[in-house]
């Protein structure tokens, strides 16, 4: 996926592969097959001007909604944290990869965004892109959903949900370059 931003042009390239050793990625135990996802950004831009985050979400007929709605998916190794990003630094890579051990038929979707930090307003976010992506598990056998562009809409679907878990932070709408 292609993107433009302060002049700049910059791309992210998503690997989405079944995974059948778990301790190769890092992960706990699941049924073989599982994905990891891992995103990575070129882009140009030097220093202050490389930092990104990436924003995940997660729908699965597993969470607290039964997969009626989306939550936030941070990275549960850094614990409870006030920002939204589960990944930040300079050029960071987003790497996911889910596990369930038992592993109950469901339905799991990602949404993931990479984006900026307004520097005129420190606590405001901005998109720059969105992706989604995910895995059907039935009978302990897992089936991949591909990687699809997510429209600047997609994000807007979730600035409610944001400000809800986030309060102290404001998310701009759209997409921006």
């Given at each position: 996926m292609d993107f433009s931003l302060r002049g700049l042009?910059?791309?992210?390239?998503?690997?989405l592969t079944p995974v059948a050793d778990r301790d190769a990625v890092g992960s706990w135990p699941a049924?073989?097959?599982l994905p990891a996802c891992e995103a990575t950004i070129s882009y140009p831009g030097r220093g202050y001007h490389g930092i990104f985050g990436?924003?995940?979400l997660v729908?699965?007929?597993?969470?607290n909604s039964g997969g009626r709605e989306y939550e936030m998916d941070p990275l549960g190794l850094l614990g409870d944290v006030d920002h939204p990003f589960c990944f930040f630094g300079i050029r960071p890579t987003l790497f996911d990869a889910p596990s369930?051990?038992?592993?109950?038929?469901?339905?799991?979707?990602?949404h993931s965004f990479l984006a900026i930090i307004d520097w005129a307003q420190l606590d405001?976010?901005?998109?720059?892109?969105?992706f989604s992506w995910g895995f059907?598990?039935?009978?302990?056998r897992a089936e991949i959903t591909p990687v699809e562009a997510l429209d600047a809409a997609a994000w807007d679907g979730h600035l409610d949900l944001f400000a809800?878990?986030?309060?102290?932070?404001?998310?701009?709408?759209?997409?921006?370059s």
């Open positions: 042009d910059g791309q992210v390239d998503v690997d049924p073989p097959g990436w924003v995940q729908c699965s007929t597993d969470n369930r051990d038992p592993a109950p038929d469901m339905d799991w979707l990602a405001r976010v901005i998109a720059i892109l969105g059907r598990l039935t009978g302990g809800r878990t986030y309060p102290a932070w404001t998310f701009a709408p759209g997409f921006n």
